[in-house]
């Protein structure tokens, strides 16, 4: 059960994932924000302090991993979990999504029960 009005900030620059990520999470009782880029999502990120992030890996100029650091040791935002969120299914890439900070990996297609699971317990 969502926490009352918990905000997710979905970064990606895939429309038809945005989309589905936030039919998901509507479904689910949260607020969606997003971001196609990774540039704008961490201004998003530091003006509007999402509960989450939700990040794809492969965008244009600054990917996910990229993102997903600075934002994890950004002074406004450390404190917001990030969860990558790809296509890219490779050990490799969970492990080095974790070590960048993210709290969490799931690949796409998502399973929305793994994804709700997984947001309920990182949102404080």
Request: net charge negative; no cysteine; charged share 25%.
């Amino acid at each position: 059960m969502p926490k009352l009005m918990s905000k997710v900030l979905i970064i990606d620059d895939s429309p038809v994932d945005t989309l589905d990520l936030a039919g998901i999470l509507g479904r689910n009782g949260y607020t969606v924000i997003s971001a196609d880029d990774a540039e704008l999502g961490l201004q998003v990120a530091r003006d509007q302090q999402p509960d989450i992030v939700l990040m794809d890996i492969v965008m244009p100029g600054l990917n996910g991993f990229q993102a997903t650091r600075l934002l994890t040791q950004g002074a406004s935002t450390r404190h917001i979990p990030v969860v990558m969120v790809s296509n890219k299914d490779q050990q490799t890439d969970r492990v080095w999504g974790a070590r960048q900070g993210a709290r969490g990996y799931v690949t796409k297609p998502v399973r929305e029960r793994e994804l709700i699971g997984l947001i309920e317990n990182l949102i404080p």
